[in-house]
């Protein structure tokens, strides 16, 4: 669905985005993080044909951002990081403005402005001021406006920022619905747990260049090189470190003082993990609980940008 | 109850706009204001004649009162105007910019031309409605008697006119400005300026620059009823002129619309071919208005003038429009306007036209200039004998030779500004360093060659050869008769006769130095920076 080869930008003093690479199938969605000015929002104004890049290209939809500025900008819907509304005009007003700018016909136009007020949940603001509206329904507003042509591609940049708890909760809500419509969606973040638990592709920027692409599990194992696993026991952790240290497979094993429990660097698939915890319950270890570790985003960042970042 | 149907704008952002202007009490408080004013002006005027009236003889006091004060109202209105204008439409880009809704808007699927026209046209019908709301204190002045429902007319027409054209003319320096205060600043000051040089050709030019009236309401209301000597024909002024107006505001909304496209996808096609169609039509006008100032008993020396005069003002035209279309490879260069490739069409012409003279590629632009020059050496050609001046045969050399000068010059300053736009690799630098060099060559020179030109003896001296940089010498010597020669003793070096082939062959010479130059650092600049060619 998306596809950069080489995507090139600079600007006088300074290469925003060097060599970027990347391919979206229709219907992932891939989260774009990296710390603010690495250049996320540079690469998605290029795929939204809002700047032209220096060099390389891309497509969205078969459509070239350079050459078929038009056709890419129908397929798109695009939300900016920062953006304002317009004053003395109502929500639905604005909606229906965005819509007829969007060549759709008067006659559907009512429809599908009601759909998206819906699918927003701001039906009860529909005739309400948008410059009254809070920040967070300013910003699903937004979102409705960028849904009013029923984009095949959402690029979404920092959707969620600067909104309260209760929003951002609200506007992910919301993200997860598009995902089961099917949407492919680039969505960038420089906050990590936001994007964690539906994106199935994740990218970490860093300075212009694309550290690190592909799927989240993927990125995990090869980060990591392994997977953690927590192991509480009822006395006598040491011997059990000694016990692990003799076993295969085993990288490291350490008593983490914050989870009061043995934390096991192992590198093996799902059957050693079973293996191992067989010979710790035959050696007389008193094992507790038994977990693996899920890996979030956030540690995987600072993994892959150690040392890169200041 | 009776029902009116909604009428809806087709372009959207002329609805949302005329939807949104209107709300809240800004718009209400403006009309009420506007009204308000003009009625109190009109009131006390009417007072104030009344008064003086009183003291005049009986027969002068039942003059009618009605042309003086529909005068009246006409210029406070053409001031408030002017005042008022700027504002609607200074801020429509730039509050997108500072609000940070353009982005949103360009992306959408309307094109920029419609975004343009959406918004000078509702800001137009707010004007509209300033106007229309005035019309009951014209029907007062017109009941006092002395003024014509047709004069009344054509004053409405031409300030409608001209304030199309200042409104336009606000959103052209608005899509090109980063601020609303900027904006607005640089809209006042362009209609300023524009209304100073037209107060200054109206009373020095030899040309009837009252054609220009509807570029300034002011002007529009005090010129527009007039009469004018065209070619030889006599017309009502506010015919070409408002003509004039509309393709201007035409091409102030063009540029807008293209100024919006920048930076994304450029397609100069339109905007040039208003560029030349207005050309055209000001040239047309110009050259008619000169020619018809000329009296048709005249000698054949005043035609030579007419002649040189005509061939400086091509040249001038020309070298300040090269500014424009021939800086674009600064931009290209470093990535930012790239042009859009040709599209594919169907016949031989169309195809050369849309490859050569109406993209924004690195040949188009010169290729573009060309054409106009053609476009204007045929109508300075065909406008002596349209003028019914016969003589003109006599004089086919000067005019020839004119154009030789002037299409010398005109490569002389592509030649610089695609120079500069390469060295440069900055528009708006570029368009700078060329109109400096234009106005050192037209003003300084001259200056610094005072002593040198009036030499020991009437010898010119070495540096009265640097003169020839100035073209204006070559017309001067084109178009004075051997006396008024004389009498200036302008010694140039080469003498009157063979000036222009002097100075036509030194400005060719050094065109082609300077492009020559520019290429080489063209490629250089290319090569360092890993521009790929494109597929042209």
Known sequence: MITI?????????????????????????????????????????????????????????????????EAVRAVIGYMPDFFGVYDDIKVWEYLDFFAAAYKIPTERRHHVVQDVLELTDLTGKRDAY??????????????????????????????ASGLDPRARIEIKELL??????????????????????????????????????????????????????????????????ELLETMEGILSASVDEVHSAIRIEFAGDETAQHALLRRLIENGVRVQSFDEVQTDLEEIFMKVTRGIVS | MLQVPAIRPSNPVLWKELRTRIRGNRAYWLLFWYVMLLSIVLFCAYFLKQRMALKQPIEIYADPVGRDLFEVLSVTQAALLTIVTPTLTAGMVTIEREQRTLDLLMLTLLRPREIAEGKLLSAF??????????????????MLGGISPGEIAVTYLMLAGATL???????????????????????????????????????SSTMDARLFAGFNPMFAVFFGPEQTTFYRWHVPNWIPSLVLTLLA????????????????????????????????????????????????????????????????TLFLALALLALFFCTGDATEIYGEVPAREAGVSRGPLTRFARSWLFTGGYASGPAYILFLFLTGAIVIVTGFPLAGHTDWVQITGIILAALGVALSG????????????????????????????????????PLLNTDAWKGPAHQPGILAWTLYLNPGCAFFALG??????????????????????????????????????????????????????RAE
């Open chain 2, 125 to 142: 019908g707010f004007a509209a409605l300033l106007l229309t709301a005035s019309l009951p204190l014209a029907g007062i002045c017109f």
């Open chain 2, 480 to 533: 004075s008769t051997p006396e008024a020669w004389k009498k200036v003793d302008l010694s140039l070096p080469a003498g009157q006769n063979s000036t222009w082939v002097f100075t036509f062959f030194l400005y060719m010479g050094l065109a082609a130095i300077i492009e020559v130059w520019g290429q080489a650092r063209r490629r250089q600049e290319r090569a360092r920076r890993k521009v790929p060619a």
């Open chain 1, 130 to 159: 948008v410059e009254e509206l809070s920040r967070g329904m300013k910003q699903r507003l937004c979102l409705a406006k960028t849904l009013v042509h029923d984009p095949k591609v959402l690029l979404l940049d920092e959707p």
């Open chain 1, 5 to 69: 080869q080489h995507l090139r930008k600079e600007y006088k003093t300074l290469v925003a985005v060097d060599d970027l690479c990347l391919h979206l199938e229709e219907g992932d969605i891939f989260g774009f993080i990296g710390p603010n000015g690495a250049g996320k929002t540079t690469t998605i104004k290029m795929l939204a044909t809002l700047l032209r890049p220096t060099s390389g290209t891309a497509t969205i939809a078969g459509f070239d951002i350079v050459r078929e500025p």
């Open chain 1, 176 to 241: 997860k619905e598009l995902k089961s419509m099917g949407k492919t969606i680039l969505i960038s973040s420089h906050i990590l747990p936001e994007l964690a638990d539906f994106c199935n592709k994740i990218g970490i920027i860093e300075k212009g260049k694309l550290v690190i692409s592909g799927g989240v599990q993927e990125i995990m194992r090869q980060v990591r090189g392994g997977r953690v696993l927590l192991v509480r026991v009822l006395d006598e952790p040491d011997r059990a470190i």
């Open chain 2, 165 to 203: 054209f200042c409104g336009a003319l606000g959103l052209l320096v608005s899509a090109m400005a980063r601020t609303t205060v900027i904006s607005t600043a640089a809209t006042y000051m362009a209609v300023l300026a524009l209304g100073l040089c037209m107060g200054v050709t109206i009373v």
């Open chain 2, 410 to 445: 005109t490569l002389l300053w592509i030649a610089m500004a695609r120079f500069f736009s390469v060295v440069r690799g900055n528009r708006l630098q570029a368009g700078i360093f060329t109109y400096v060099t234009l106005g050192v060559a037209l003003i300084l020179l």
């Open chain 2, 249 to 312: 505001a035409l091409l102030a909304t063009a540029g807008a619309a293209h100024k919006l496209e920048a930076g994304v996808s450029e397609c100069p096609g339109a905007l040039r071919w208003l560029t030349w169609t207005f050309f055209t039509a000001m040239a047309f006008c110009c050259i008619g208005s000169i020619l018809g100032g000329v009296p048709q008993s005249t000698s054949v020396e005043e035609l030579r003038e007419a002649a040189a005069i005509l061939g400086g």
